[in-house]
């Protein structure tokens, strides 16, 4: 039997894109995937990753395929392979088994992440009692919350957790923030907590790191004059998660999260003239090209880059794996 081609119509609708700058891969992101890489290059497969070293399905799915072994938790690991700990970082439980056991471990917390951990032990040192702003039971939040002992931090996810928070006795109060929030929705519990606590020092700077920053402003952007965004990113990813709030909230008619051009129903596309497309800071260009190309096959689409933060942030590897 022949398969045809489908037909393609004489002329195609004119669509205008508009792609967000910046977009993808932070420098956290590409870092803990070299860790990986790397690693596999080094001590041969298979390589064990506690977590998902980024919350992205292409990502974990090509590093299987190199010799990662994806598990939940150290017990899954033989104690003479190396293990990754996740860019979201980990309890100071996991490093300390992995040594008790000596394993060989590698660390690819983000160093933004790790800013926060030491914050927040800078705090609790100082005898403050630490409120987090952040999701419950995402790997992050549970990675700073294991930095201090039980009771140390109390986990603020709302306004309404905010209004509700109640002192533990007389203690001084400090605050940190989740990394990959909404700068706005994190705007609005700070508002929260320093009407009824005005004493809250600020960190020497912000927790919402500047990728997470300049890409939900960059969405801002679209979302002003698009009728649909398209955010590629997973859907357990939270700062991609965070990226199709933004877009609503800035004006954008309709926002969606795909996994890649393959998730697009192209109905949501029907009466579209202004398409948005972003990705969120853990999903590979590579998926951004392939929407773009899946969208040129369809429509007269004229590709424009919007202007935005030009980012040049890198973190070093650790040594063991340059040397």
């Known amino acids: 039997m022949t398969v045809h081609a489908p ?7 004119p669509l205008t894109v508009r792609l967000a700058t910046p977009r993808g891969f932070c420098a956290g992101v590409d870092r803990a995937i070299q860790i990986v890489e790397r690693a596999i290059e080094k001590y041969g497969a298979p390589v064990y990753v506690r977590h998902e070293i980024v919350h992205n399905r292409h990502v974990v799915e090509r590093l299987k395929a190199m010799g990662a072994v994806f598990v939940k938790e150290l017990d899954d690991c033989p104690d003479d392979r190396p293990v990754v700990f996740s860019a979201h970082g980990v309890p100071k439980s996991v490093p300390a088994t992995a040594r008790a056991r000596e394993m060989l471990y590698l660390d690819a917390t983000c160093p933004l992440v790790s800013k926060v951990h030491v914050e927040a ?67 609005a519990i700070l508002a929260a907590l320093k009407r009824r606590f005005p004493e809250l020092p600020d960190p020497h700077k912000e927790d919402i790191c500047y990728a997470t920053t300049n890409r939900q402003e960059a969405v801002k952007r679209l979302g ?38 393959g998730h697009v129903d192209w109905s949501w596309l029907d009466g579209v003239s202004t398409l948005g497309i972003t990705a ?7 998926l951004i090209e392939e929407l773009i190309d899946a969208v040129r096959a369809r429509f007269d689409a004229e590709v424009i880059e919007d202007a935005g933060e030009r980012e040049t942030v890198t973190f070093k590897l650790p040594r063991v794996l340059t040397t």
């Not at 037909?7 to 609708?13: F, M």
């Not at 969120?280 to 590579?286: N, Q």
Request: include cysteine.
């Open 280 to 286: 969120g800071a853990s999903a590979p260009e590579r």
């Open 121 to 187: 032990e800078r705090h609790h040192g100082g005898g403050r009692h630490i409120i987090l702003i952040g999701h419950a039971g995402h790997p992050e939040v549970v990675g700073t919350m294991g930095q201090l002992p039980s009771g140390a931090i109390s986990l603020i996810e709302t306004v309404a957790d905010a209004e509700a928070f109640q002192r533990p006795g007389d203690r001084p109060l400090a605050y940190a923030t989740q990394t990959t929030l909404s700068v706005d929705d994190t705007a």
């Open 224 to 261: 002003e004059g698009c009728d649909l965004v398209l955010v590629v990113g997973s859907k357990n990813s939270s700062n991609s998660v965070r990226l199709v709030e933004v877009a609503m909230r800035a004006g954008a008619r309709d926002a969606r999260l795909v996994d890649d051009a």
């Open 7 to 13: 037909i393609r119509p004489a002329t195609l609708r």
